[in-house]
């Protein structure tokens, strides 16, 4: 038998629809939550650290940490591995991770006007908060569909092959649409369709291991030949050609490699490879122009961060992403760089913060010490030294991981 994907607006009424669709069909009914608990699996990695891919908000690290790509590789290849069996209803995000070339999977739309969403939500909810939860969905579901398909309209009917409007269409209704969709001939199983899905599992493989070197590349496979399509602009192409064949190659079942130029390699963007022992690193710093150029001398050095221009700043930045080094300056508009140091130190310990300053006393130094800070540096620093710093920040931060892990492995 065949796939049905469900995706859907929030308070469509998606939830009577599936219940009643599952016990119609017999499907066994596949949440995000189990792909995202496979993914975690399979990949070995937290699965909140895997939820990552279906936030809104993209996090300041990831242009140089790819953990957004990351999570999508792996619940791309843990989806693959779901759709190897049939007779399945997958509801939420994940779906939309399989395919067009499987064309045995039913992909379905549930979606519904503001007025009759917010009319559903309102029986248990103030309108003022239903409306903000319907806004932010409504903005998940849109960063999703734009990372994948570079499409702003999550309801853009070119992405499914039936859209439902639940403001039109009662449950009972819509059951019945789906159900008699999946009896045409043209949505069971094939010969083509199985290679396509088998391709896919391929191509899902060839995903994660490029992931786990730190590259991002668009895979495709069609009966073992690999094609990865490189979308952002990088100074030595063929070297990035030859790595990512080097890579892809390795994976059973891939006969040949061939990599291409994409629609986007032209773009502003620059292909960096994530490196896994490179520390989070955000610099805090009120003086734009030092600031920015202390980055890009960093980066010549790979070690990549981002930038907080103040106190607040920085500690929305600790509080929504996950920075494990902090280059700290002390004189700060606003809230300055000694209570940045103590909000931290007793918010996320773990991470190790270096205060950079071209304003501190002696007394400033001993303060920041006692509260925790890993080092005290003052403006002007020798690059070097700076960057001798750095690693040892990162060579502690390490030690306090693997200790941890140890300690949660036993």
């Known amino acids: 038998m065949s796939v049905v994907t469900i995706f859907s607006s929030e308070f469509c009424r998606k939830e009577s629809v599936v219940r009643e669709l599952v016990d119609l069909t017999g499907y066994r009914h596949v949440t995000d939550e189990d792909v995202l608990t496979l993914a975690a699996e399979l990949?070995?990695?937290?699965?909140?650290?895997?939820?990552?891919?279906?936030?809104?908000?993209?996090?300041?690290?990831?242009?140089?940490?790819?953990?957004?790509?990351?999570?999508?590789?792996?619940?791309?290849?843990?989806?693959?591995?779901?759709?190897?069996?049939?007779?399945?209803?997958?509801?939420?995000?994940?779906?939309?991770?399989?395919?067009?070339?499987?064309?045995?999977?039913?992909?379905?739309?549930?979606?519904?006007?503001?007025?009759?969403?917010?009319?559903?939500?309102?029986?248990?909810?103030?309108?003022?908060?239903?409306?903000?939860?319907?806004?932010?969905?409504?903005?998940?579901?849109?960063?999703?569909?734009?990372?994948?398909?570079?499409?702003?309209?999550?309801?853009?009917?070119?992405l499914y092959d039936i859209v439902i409007p639940a403001d039109k269409t009662g449950p009972e209704e819509s059951v019945r649409l789906i159900e008699e969709n999946l009896r045409s001939e043209v949505i069971h199983p094939t010969d083509s369709s199985r290679r396509a899905a088998r391709d896919f599992m391929l191509a899902s493989n060839v995903g994660v291991a490029l992931a786990g070197e730190g590259h991002n590349a668009e895979v495709s496979v069609r009966d073992g030949a690999a094609t990865l399509t490189i979308n952002k602009n990088v100074l030595m192409l063929n070297r990035l050609e030859e790595e990512l064949k080097s890579i892809a190659v390795r994976v059973e079942g891939v006969n040949s490699v061939e990599t291409r130029i994409g629609k986007g390699f032209h773009r502003t963007d620059i292909y960096?490879?994530?490196?896994?022992?490179?520390?989070?690193?955000?610099?805090?710093?009120?003086?734009?122009?030092?600031?920015?150029?202390?980055?890009?001398?960093?980066?010549?050095?790979?070690?990549?961060?981002?930038?907080?221009?103040?106190?607040?700043?920085?500690?929305?930045?600790?509080?929504?992403?996950?920075?494990?080094?902090?280059?700290?300056?002390?004189?700060?508009?606003?809230?300055?760089?000694?209570?940045?140091?103590?909000?931290?130190?007793?918010?996320?310990?773990?991470?190790?913060?270096?205060?950079?300053?071209?304003?501190?006393?002696?007394?400033?130094?001993?303060?920041?010490?006692?509260?925790?800070?890993?080092?005290?540096?003052?403006?002007?620093?020798?690059?070097?030294?700076?960057?001798?710093?750095l690693k040892k920040a990162n060579e502690k931060l390490q030690r306090n991981k693997a200790r941890k892990s140890d300690s949660s492995g036993k």
Request: hydrophobic share 40%; with cysteine; glycine share 4%.
């Open 43 to 158: 990949s070995g990695t937290d699965k909140e650290k895997l939820r990552v891919a279906f936030k809104r908000k993209m996090s300041v690290f990831n242009k140089f940490t790819h953990e957004k790509e990351y999570s999508v590789a792996w619940l791309r290849l843990a989806i693959a591995e779901i759709i190897a069996d049939d007779d399945l209803l997958i509801d939420g995000f994940t779906g939309l991770l399989i395919p067009k070339t499987i064309t045995h999977v039913l992909g379905t739309c549930i979606v519904a006007d503001i007025s009759f969403r917010l009319a559903q939500a309102e029986e248990g909810l103030p309108k003022k908060e239903a409306l903000q939860r319907i806004r932010k969905a409504d903005e998940n579901c849109a960063a999703w569909m734009d990372m994948l398909f570079k499409i702003r309209d999550p309801w853009d009917p070119s």
């Open 272 to 389: 960096r490879k994530y490196d896994f022992d490179i520390p989070k690193l955000l610099l805090v710093d009120d003086e734009r122009e030092f600031v920015h150029t202390l980055s890009e001398r960093l980066l010549m050095r790979d070690m990549n961060s981002a930038i907080a221009y103040d106190g607040e700043a920085a500690l929305n930045i600790l509080h929504e992403d996950e920075p494990e080094v902090m280059l700290l300056d002390l004189k700060m508009p606003g809230i300055d760089g000694i209570e940045v140091l103590r909000k931290v130190k007793q918010t996320r310990p773990e991470v190790e913060v270096i205060i950079l300053t071209g304003h501190g006393s002696e007394e400033d130094r001993k303060t920041c010490i006692s509260i925790g800070a890993f080092a005290y540096l003052q403006k002007p620093v020798d690059i070097n030294v700076l960057t001798e710093t």
